[in-house]
């Protein structure tokens, strides 16, 4: 049951690593040398902030996240 578990969380922390790295791209990396004095882009009437920069943070957390469980996964469960 602990291995299933960790299987279901595993996946669901790679699907949220790949989503906000996606994120990150798009909204922040793409547009980084836009960015004004206040820290906002204008990019065809969409405002893009600086700080979204915190989306790479929570796709490492989400990453580092889906490592430990396939750490739980191989060990065969047991904490």
Do not use: K
Request: proline share 0%; with cysteine; net charge positive.
């Amino acid at each position: 049951m602990i291995r299933f578990l960790a299987w279901i969380w595993t996946l669901t922390s790679v699907v949220l690593a790949i989503a906000f790295g996606w994120l990150f791209v798009t909204v922040y990396w793409s547009n980084r040398a836009c960015f004004d004095e206040n820290g906002r882009c204008f990019v065809d009437g969409v405002v893009h902030h600086d700080t979204s920069f915190i989306y790479v943070w929570i796709a490492l957390l989400a990453a580092v996240s889906a490592l430990a469980g396939v750490v739980v996964t191989r060990r065969g469960g047991g904490l």
